[in-house]
């Protein structure tokens, strides 16, 4: 069975910079789409960004061109650079993982969360 591991979550200013990094154990997971959602207090799960088996990537408008998502399909690990912080960023990111045609929003495998909290 498939387990992701977040890290890296924690405090920022606002126009600093986080890395948050998921690591998956139990079996690779090269030929599944990876990606990130958050959920900030009191209001429901968003799409973050997601990257494909053959590297293609999507972001959310909202992070669009502040946010970069990455993977390294030897180490098992798919990683988040967030830049330009705000905010609004500030919420419980969660990596996610799916296989075949199930969309990411359903995906086959869900990290534990890790809080993002970014001050003004």
């Known amino acids: 069975q498939v387990q992701l591991v977040e890290s890296g979550g924690g405090l920022a200013q606002a126009g600093g910079s986080l890395r948050l990094s998921c690591a998956a154990s139990?079996?690779?997971?090269?030929?599944?789409?990876m990606g990130w959602f958050r959920r900030a207090p009191g209001k429901e799960r968003e799409f973050a960004a997601a990257?494909?088996?053959?590297?293609?990537?999507y972001y959310a408008d909202s992070v669009k061109g502040r946010f970069t998502i990455s993977r390294d399909n030897a180490k098992n690990t798919v990683i988040l650079q967030m830049s330009s912080l705000t905010p609004e960023d500030t919420a419980v990111y969660y990596c996610a993982a799916a296989d075949g045609l199930r969309p990411l929003a359903e995906a086959d495998y869900w990290g534990q969360g890790t809080q993002v909290t970014v001050s003004s």
């Open positions: 139990g079996r690779t997971l090269g030929t599944y789409r």
């Open positions: 990257i494909g088996w053959l590297g293609t990537t």
